[in-house]
């Protein structure tokens, strides 16, 4: 069992940067594949960035290539979501994920969820 907690979000003016952060109970942490989704008003629930059990593989939406970073570090069971140059249409609850597999931007295949951070972008 894998239990989430997100922190970080809030509000922004366009063009500025938020830094999410996501906290892991447990000793296993190291053994899933983490990844950030986003859910908008009215809007489905959308694969934003992922990374793999190690670390040493990041994959992203394109929406957010060359704008958002994701990391991890399992010595501090965290996982974290650095993002830069923010638009309106980034506003959204940010939600992490784990997974047992690694490379999976489907949410169907993701097992804990945390309860999510609202993330707001003015223009």
């Known amino acids: 069992q894998v239990q989430l907690v997100e922190s970080g979000g809030g509000l922004v003016q366009a063009g500025g940067s938020l830094r999410l952060s996501c906290a892991a109970s447990?000793?296993?942490?190291?053994?899933?594949?983490m990844a950030w989704f986003r859910q908008a008003p009215g809007k489905e629930r959308e694969f934003v960035a992922g990374i793999t059990r190690s670390g040493g593989k990041a994959y992203y939406a394109d929406s957010v290539k060359g704008r958002f970073t994701i990391s991890r570090d399992n010595a501090k069971n965290t996982v974290y979501l650095q993002m830069n140059n923010l638009k309106p249409e980034d506003t959204a609850v940010y939600y992490c994920?784990?997974?047992?597999?690694?490379?999976?931007?489907?949410?169907?295949?993701?097992?804990?969820w945390g309860q999510g951070t609202q993330v707001t972008v003015s223009s």
């Open positions: 447990g000793r296993t942490f190291s053994r899933y594949g």
């Open positions: 994920a784990a997974s047992i597999y690694d490379y999976i931007n489907d949410p169907r295949n993701y097992d804990y």
